[in-house]
């Protein structure tokens, strides 16, 4: 399963924003877990080059191993089948929500989805990250067994009301286990939502959650809300905006700033960034954060110039820009 996506890649406060096909499939294997009471895959040789001359192989399994989508006719009587879902109901912008600081088994509900109304767009792609997926092919998958994490049916009601056109989850199913009457599966097929189900955690290691592009205590009328939790906040205020221009193969020194913080957004080009002791690629439309005192510098590595935004916000006391 393949889905085009914005995503970020994170570490200490910086991200990178790109335009990339990141496929959210487990390999699937003999041992891959399953749903409680689901066939695990089977995997036989039919036929091999020593004795037939061509290798053929056999493969059963059940249509909800690993990664999979749920189709309209896995709980509705007069559901349309897979084979006439469209494909662009699973092919867009994505946005990763983490939830993994919840006890893993805990439902996931409209309050806890309530914080990113401001964020969320119509016809956006949500997943949700859990934690689960970080026990994927671990022996603590054993443990959790049937106590995954769940979306209760007010998440349901919340996404068709945000016009979500699908939602993914790293656990076995968006419903509770043992759920007599699959509310929340019937509230999201319904109204028509892809259902994605046991994403990876790659998912969320290259996710996009755009909490990270808002300033530290601003408040905005634009789409975003800016308002919030100081894990999820970049720039205090934006003090000088500077526009950049790099050659192919040259690279700005590695430098620091004792009392100011930047963002930033690249414009057209590619080539390399280094911050503290990482390093990324980058290319146009990306957006990299740099923290006040962190040592950074940036390479043209490609075949044209590199030009970029800068924004810089002060953190210090007021003029002493270094």
């Not at 699973?90 to 401001?118: H, P, R």
């Not at 526009?243 to 957004?265: F, G, T, V």
Request: with cysteine; charged share 25%; hydrophobic share 35%.
């Amino acid at each position: 399963m393949e889905t085009k996506r914005t995503s970020i890649k994170q570490y200490s406060k910086k991200i990178t924003i790109s335009e990339v096909s990141c496929d959210i499939s487990h390999l699937t294997s003999q041992d891959i877990p399953i749903y409680p009471r689901n066939p695990s895959p089977k995997f036989e040789s039919i036929l091999n080059i020593e004795k037939d001359g061509v290798n053929v192989s056999r493969i059963t399994l059940g249509t909800h191993t690993g990664t999979h989508v749920d189709s309209q006719n896995h709980f509705l009587t007069n559901g349309i089948g897979i084979e006439r879902e469209p494909l662009s109901k699973f092919i867009g912008q994505a946005m990763v929500l983490d939830f993994s600081k919840k006890t893993i088994g805990d439902g996931i509900n409209s309050n806890d989805l309530n914080y990113y109304s401001s964020v969320a767009r119509s016809n956006d792609i949500i997943l949700l990250y859990t934690g689960v997926s970080n026990y994927w092919n671990h022996s603590y998958m054993d443990r959790i067994g049937k106590k995954f994490t769940y979306l209760e049916p007010s998440t349901a009601d919340w996404i068709v009301k945000h016009k979500i056109k699908s939602i993914g989850i790293d656990t076995f199913s968006v419903e509770k286990y043992g759920s007599k009457k699959a509310i929340t599966h019937k509230r999201l097929l319904s109204a028509g939502v892809g259902i994605i189900a046991v994403h990876p955690v790659i998912a969320h290691r290259s996710g996009l959650d755009w909490r990270l592009l808002s300033m530290r205590g601003a408040k905005t009328d634009g789409d975003i809300e800016a308002n919030l939790k100081p894990e999820y906040q970049c720039l205090r205020a934006i003090t000088y905006v500077s526009l950049a221009r790099l050659q192919p193969s040259l690279s700005y020194e590695p430098h620091s700033h004792k009392d100011h913080e930047e963002i930033y957004y690249i414009i057209s080009g590619t080539g390399n960034i280094k911050i503290g002791k990482q390093i990324v690629k980058f290319r146009d439309g990306d957006v990299i954060y740099i923290p006040e005192k962190m040592t950074h510098s940036i390479t043209n590595d490609g075949d044209e110039m590199v030009e970029f935004l800068a924004f810089g916000g002060f953190t210090g006391e007021p003029n002493k820009m270094a």
